[in-house]
C-alpha cells in the first residue's frame, strides 16, 4: 500500500524533502509547497497523453497510491512516451523558501568536455531558415531550441544540481524526474503550463524574452525594453491566444487580462499573463487538461503541427522530455503540471542542456542565438558555472 504524508509547513520539513532526494524519485517545489514521490507502486507509459490521462485516473480511482507524477515528452512521436508513476512514498511540506537560503550550495565538479549542438552559427542558420519558412509555409511562430553536451569525467550528481537551482530560483518550478535507465531531468521552469485546484484551474503562458543583466541599469532598460518590444508581444499573443482557445470549451468562465505583464527569473526577463477559470465538468483532471494544452506555442509555434514538422526539419537532436511538462495529478483531479524548460537531462557521467526560444518573421538568428545563451544560465550557474564559459566553447 503507498504511503503519503504531510510533514508540515516549517522550513526543517521541506529542506528534509530536497535532502532526502535521490535522481530516481520525483521532486516539485514551488512558492506553495514541496513534493517528494519516491519508489514505485505502479508506472504507466504510453504514447497518447490523453488516453494516458484517463489510465492514470483509472489507477488513482483503484487507490493503488493518492497522487500520480511525472513528464509527458515534447513530441511522443520520436518515440519518448509520457511517463507516469504512482510513487510508493509521497511526502508534501510547504515551500522551502527562504530558509533553503541559509543552506550552502553544492559544489558539481568542473566539466571535463562540453559540445554545442548544432554549433551555436548553425542555430543562428537555422533561425533565419525558420524565419523564411513561416513566411512560405504561413505559420506565425515557431520555437527553435538548441542544445548543449556535457561531460564530467568524474561523474555528475543530479542532487546536487537540483539543491543548487532550489536555491536559485525561489519563484520558480523546481524540478526532478526520474527517466529510465537512472537518469533524470532536472530544471526551474518559470512557466506554469496548468494548475487545477477542484473548478479553479490557472494557467501562467511566458513568452518574450531578454536577459537580466549584473549591471542595475543595464537590467531596468532591458525589462522596459521587453516591455515596449512590438516583436515581443507578437510572439507573446499567439501563446496567449492558443491557451485561451484550448481552456475554452473547458471553463465556463475565463479571465485573461488585456496585457501581458513584465515578470523576472534570476537570468530572464519575460511577458507573462495570468489566465484563470473555472471548469465546467470536475470529472476533467489537471493531466487530461495539461495533455489538451501541450504543446503550446511557448515551445512549439502556430499553427501546431507544422510548426512541430519545422521542429523537427530545422533541430538535430531529439527533444525528449525538454519542452514538454512536469507535474502532478491526484485522485480528486487536482494537480500542477510546470512546462520542462531551463532544463538538463542528467546521467552518470554527462548531461545535456536544452534551451529554445520563439521565432516570429521579425526575428533576428544572432539575438535568438544570445537569448538561448541566456536561457542556458539557469543550469548553468546551478553547476557552479558563469555565463562567460559558454563563450569559451
Ligand atoms: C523555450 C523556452 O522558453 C520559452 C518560454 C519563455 C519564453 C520563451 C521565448 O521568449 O522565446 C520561450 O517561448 C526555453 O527556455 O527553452
Known amino acids: 500500500m503507498a504511503d503519503s504524508s504531510a510533514e508540515g509547513t516549517t522550513a526543517e520539513a521541506s529542506i528534509r524533502l530536497l535532502e532526502d532526494y535521490t535522481a ?32 492514470v485516473a483509472t489507477a488513482l480511482g483503484d487507490g493503488i497510491a493518492p497522487i500520480a507524477v511525472g513528464a509527458l515528452p515534447f513530441d511522443s512521436a520520436e518515440g519518448t ?29 568542473p566539466p571535463t568536455n562540453a559540445r554545442p549542438v548544432p554549433e551555436p552559427r548553425r542555430h543562428a542558420d537555422a533561425v533565419a531558415r525558420a524565419v523564411a519558412a513561416l513566411r512560405d509555409r504561413g505559420l506565425r511562430k515557431v520555437v527553435l531550441a538548441r542544445a548543449l553536451d556535457v ?58 524574452s531578454l536577459p537580466r543583466s549584473a549591471d542595475p541599469v543595464t537590467d531596468t532598460e532591458n525589462g522596459k525594453a521587453l516591455l515596449s518590444s512590438r516583436k515581443d ?15 475554452r470549451p473547458f ?3 475565463l479571465d485573461v487580462p488585456e496585457m501581458p505583464e513584465l515578470v523576472s527569473t534570476p537570468t530572464m526577463w519575460h511577458l507573462r499573463t495570468k489566465i484563470t477559470g473555472e471548469l465546467v465538468d470536475r470529472d476533467v483532471t489537471a493531466l487530461r487538461l495539461a495533455a489538451a494544452l501541450h504543446p503550446t506555442p511557448a515551445i512549439c509555434g502556430t499553427p501546431t503541427g507544422l510548426a512541430r514538422e519545422l521542429v523537427t526539419e530545422l533541430e538535430p537532436f531529439e527533444r525528449g522530455y525538454y519542452a514538454g511538462t512536469v507535474g502532478w495529478v491526484n485522485a480528486e483531479g487536482d494537480g500542477e503540471w510546470a512546462v520542462s524548460i531551463r532544463c538538463a537531462e542528467v546521467g ?46
Request: charged content about 25%.
Open 24 to 55: 530516481r524519485d520525483f521532486f516539485l517545489a514551488t512558492e506553495n509547497a514541496t513534493l517528494l514521490g519516491s519508489g514505485v507502486a505502479a508506472a504507466l507509459t504510453d504514447p497518447d497523453e490523453i488516453r494516458l490521462s484517463q489510465r
Open 81 to 109: 512516451p509520457g511517463r507516469m508513476v504512482l510513487p510508493r512514498r509521497t511526502r508534501r511540506a510547504g515551500p522551502m523558501h527562504p530558509a533553503v537560503d541559509a543552506l550552502p550550495r553544492r559544489r558539481v565538479a
Open 151 to 208: 561531460e564530467f569525467g568524474g561523474g555528475v550528481s543530479a542532487e546536487a544540481i537540483l539543491h543548487n537551482l532550489v536555491k536559485d530560483n525561489p519563484g520558480g518550478y523546481t524540478f526532478a524526474a526520474g527517466l529510465p535507465g537512472g537518469r533524470a531531468l532536472v530544471g526551474s521552469s518559470p512557466e506554469l503550463l496548468l494548475s487545477r485546484r477542484g473548478h479553479r484551474v490557472v494557467s501562467l503562458p511566458h513568452a518574450g
Open 233 to 247: 508581444h507578437i510572439e507573446h499573443a499567439v501563446l496567449a491566444e492558443a491557451v485561451v482557445e484550448t481552456l
Open 251 to 253: 471553463c465556463r468562465k
Open 348 to 393: 552518470n557521467s554527462a548531461l545535456r542542456l536544452y534551451a529554445g526560444g520563439g521565432i516570429v518573421p521579425e526575428s533576428d538568428p544572432w539575438a535568438e542565438l544570445e537569448e538561448t545563451s541566456a536561457k542556458f544560465a539557469t543550469l548553468l550557474r546551478a553547476m557552479g558555472l558563469p555565463r562567460e564559459w559558454l563563450a569559451e566553447l
